[in-house]
């Protein structure tokens, strides 16, 4: 059974951090991309952050500069650090795994954690 754990999310202050976590289970963590996206009220889930199986990275616009995505295969782990936060920011965060070789495609999604900024 794959599993993609969401964790970190919370309340927070304009201008502070938070430090989002994706725990996978049951997939070769290794060999997938992942990604985070956001979903805020009203809008269209959009991508926030990506980082492929090769460590490559690629950030949205409205981010770059301010957050950072990493992973850490040995733990199965990706994560988003978020700076400078401000309230266009607050979202649920949803953490993306995707697989594709060969024509074969696997995606699967996290539950999600929100993020909320106060003014």
């Known amino acids: 059974q794959v599993q993609l754990v969401e964790s970190g999310g919370g309340l927070v202050q304009a201008g502070g951090s938070l430090r989002l976590s994706c725990a996978a289970s049951g997939i070769n963590f290794s060999v997938y991309n992942m990604g985070w996206y956001r979903q805020a009220p009203g809008k269209e889930r959009e991508l926030v952050a990506s980082?492929?199986?090769?460590?490559?990275?690629n950030y949205a616009d409205p981010v770059k500069g301010r957050f950072t995505i990493s992973r850490d295969n040995a733990k199965n782990t990706v994560y988003l650090q978020m700076n400078s936060l401000n309230t266009e920011d607050t979202a649920v965060y949803y953490c993306?795994?995707?697989?594709?070789?060969?024509?074969?495609?696997?995606?699967?999604w996290g539950q999600g954690t929100q993020v909320t900024v106060s003014s």
């Open positions: 993306n795994a995707v697989f594709r070789l060969l024509g074969v495609e696997r995606t699967y």
């Open positions: 980082i492929t199986r090769g460590d490559s990275t």
